[in-house]
């Protein structure tokens, strides 16, 4: 299978294509090359309509027919303007990744690894869709790949998009068709002809299509506040709080783990009971909602516990904040103690 990311189109709100922007002093559009060769792949290629990618040692796929402009409004460009030309045309199994995307090693693996009838979407997953999200991911669904093993099915259906655009059948011009279009067109569902922003239409999951979800940092790149917040979260790890409740009773070997113990009645050490809540990592959120060997669910998720940090650009920021705010307890505690004299 060929694997094309695609690095097309024109994005003027950065200086350089954004897909040569580093994160943690990596290139992304590099990053996402050595993540497939470490995978074994080496039939990888660039799609793209500007010389400046030409430096990568890949095939490069010029695309001259790719004109999508990010936010263009030029209704007479039609089809000639759409998101779709960023699949370049191919007469064999491929594999397309966004460009732009910083991908975690997991997604990779799992991409490469998925196994594919027709076609397969991946994309990140959003709060509504998994109750113990992954804080660190991009949430909102955004597209991630698609993997086509059915590429005449998968062009004729690009085509066809195409030309719905030009037969003015989509209200808006840049939010359709893109990938979700696509997605919907190939699983039998609604196009959301008159939809004027991508969000009133991506919601998949309640069909029986063919996606994955990829639930971590993995993400993609709009602006400069993304690079930061990747950054920022490759340095403090990015952990997972999730806070929860019991639902029913059981025992738990891995007990010292659990933060933030709340007691409804008993307390017995190494039993929880219906009405305890606790803080735990995501793994065990994981198991203890039904991915354990027995697949039962003895706890509810409350909530992802908010992580400040998170939206701290740099992380010495954080600790300053955090240490601005022991002074701040020091202080309120002095002054209680003068109080109560």
Request: hydrophobic content about 35%; aromatic content about 10%; some cysteine.
């Amino acid at each position: 299978m060929k694997y094309i990311i695609m690095a097309g189109g024109t994005y003027p709100k950065f200086k350089i294509p954004k897909q040569l922007l580093k994160i943690n002093g990596e290139v992304i559009i590099e990053r996402t090359i050595r993540q497939l060769r470490e995978n074994g792949i080496t039939d990888i290629a660039v799609s793209t309509n500007n010389p400046a990618f030409d430096y990568l040692d890949v095939e490069i796929l010029h695309d001259a027919d790719n004109q999508f402009l990010y936010w263009g409004k030029d209704e007479n460009k039609k089809s000639n303007n759409c998101w779709l030309k960023a699949y370049y045309p191919v007469e064999e199994p491929v594999c397309y990744l966004h460009g732009d995307v910083y991908f975690s090693d997991d997604a990779i693996k799992t991409i490469v690894n998925t196994k594919v009838k027709d076609t397969m979407f991946f994309c990140t997953a959003d709060k509504k869709d998994i109750p113990y999200k992954d804080i660190r991911c991009a949430g909102g669904r955004e597209p991630l790949a698609y993997k086509v093993e059915n590429y005449k099915l998968f062009r004729s259906a690009v085509n066809d998009l195409l030309r719905m655009v030009d037969e003015g059948r989509f209200k808006n011009a840049f939010c359709g068709p893109i990938a979700w279009n696509m997605y919907r067109y190939l699983n039998g569902l609604d196009l959301g002809f008159n939809a004027k922003w991508y969000g009133e239409y991506n919601s998949i999951f309640n069909s029986k299509g063919d996606y994955v979800i990829i639930n971590d940092y993995t993400n993609d790149v709009d602006d400069e506040k993304d690079i930061a917040k990747i950054e920022n979260l490759l340095k403090i790890g990015g952990d997972i709080v999730v806070r929860c409740e019991v639902i029913e009773k059981f025992t738990l070997g891995e007990f010292d783990k659990l933060k933030n113990l709340k007691r409804k009645s008993l307390d017995t050490k190494g039993t929880l009971y219906v009405g305890d809540t606790f803080e735990c990592d995501d793994k065990m959120a994981k198991y203890l909602t039904g991915g354990n060997a027995l697949k039962k669910v003895v706890i509810k998720v409350l909530e992802i516990v908010p992580n400040e940090v998170k939206e701290i650009k740099d992380v010495d920021d954080a600790l300053e904040k955090i240490k601005e705010s022991a002074k701040e307890e020091v202080k309120i505690a002095k002054k209680n103690k003068k109080s109560k004299r």
